[in-house]
Nanobody
């Protein structure tokens, strides 16, 4: 089992930045590729960003490319999502997810463990 706990969400204004953190525990963190997903009201959960087990290879949804950056610190069992130039369209609950594989996936069904989510609200 892996437990994931997100933090760092909040209410910000358009143009602001936020940094989300996800702390992992339970199993060897470096055994997992990690992803960030988000779910807005009335919408399906969607891929935001992913990073392979040992970092280096990352991927982003087109809607956040150039504004968001995913990173991880295996020594701290943590993954981060730096979000810049936020817009109202980024308002959602953000989830981190762990996948027992080398590479991340854009498919939410490919992940084995999920956090409880953290709310990000961007006012325009």
């Amino acid at each position: 089992q892996v437990q994931l706990v997100e933090s760092g969400g909040g209410l910000v204004q358009a143009g602001d930045s936020l940094r989300l953190s996800c702390a992992a525990s339970g199993r060897t963190f470096s055994n997992f590729a990690m992803g960030w997903f988000r779910q807005a009201p009335g919408k399906e959960r969607e891929f935001v960003a992913g990073i392979r087990r040992f970092g280096g290879n990352t991927g982003y949804a087109d809607s956040v490319k150039g504004r968001f950056t995913i990173s991880r610190e295996n020594a701290k069992d943590a993954v981060y999502l730096q979000m810049n130039s936020l817009t109202a369209e980024d308002t959602a609950v953000y989830y981190c997810a762990a996948r027992a594989a080398l590479l991340y996936s854009r498919g939410r069904d490919d992940y084995d463990y999920w956090g409880q989510g953290t709310q990000v609200t961007v006012s325009s």
